[in-house]
């Protein structure tokens, strides 16, 4: 084999490893697939490390209602609230304060999608917040509708990210959808 020939299939070798290194090193924004993708939703995230509700550490567990929300679906389905990807967290007080309605997805790994077109899940708030929210906060890429109706109906807002206030919106949410 010429020189040439040998520093090519070197270089090429070297590439490949290159790009397996890179697929396994990848942290959880760009992460492959675990091995069994079953029901799992595989979406981009901005953020470098996804909030799983285990890392919600602020949380008074004596005012925090777990909401787990799946793609397509309206309503609060059963869900472990220590295996869900963080999506969302609507607060009672302004600021981020007070009782807490903590959204999560059970099926989402690394987050939601960068569009506000699809149906990420949305609920009721029914006791745990009708009319109680006064502050927002969304992870993992995901954006936050509130509807003055029970069923994701009526008026809206507008898609929100972080709100610590919210105006015309205080105590005026019926339920939620995530996008």
Same mark, same amino acid.
């Given at each position: 084999m010429s020189v040439h020939w040998k520093r090519r299939a070197a270089g090429l070798a070297a590439a490949a490893l290159g790009v397996v290194a890179l697929l396994g090193a990848a942290g959880p924004a760009g992460a492959a697939p675990a091995a069994d993708t079953t029901g799992?939703?595989?979406?981009? #995230? /901005?953020?470098?490390?996804?909030?799983? #509700? /285990?890392?919600l550490t602020d949380i008074d567990a004596s005012a925090v209602y777990y909401c787990a929300v799946r793609d397509n679906t309206f309503g609060c389905q059963s869900g472990s609230p220590g295996d869900g990807l963080v999506v969302a967290r609507l607060y009672h007080n302004p600021n981020f304060g007070g009782s807490e309605v903590v959204v999560f997805n059970p099926a989402y790994q690394v987050g939601c999608s960068s569009s506000t077109t699809d149906n990420e899940g949305g609920a009721p708030l029914g006791g745990?917040?009708?009319?109680?929210?006064?502050?927002?906060?969304?992870?993992?890429?995901?954006?936050?509708?509130?509807?003055?109706?029970t069923g994701g109906t009526g008026t809206a807002s507008a898609w929100l990210d972080n709100a610590g206030t919210l105006g015309a919106w205080d105590n005026r949410a019926g339920s939620f959808r995530i996008s």
């Open positions: 799992i939703q595989i979406e981009a #995230v /901005s953020s470098d490390t996804p909030v799983m #509700v /285990s890392d745990a917040g009708n009319n109680l929210i006064s502050s927002v906060r969304t992870y993992n890429s995901c954006d936050v509708k509130l509807f003055d109706g």
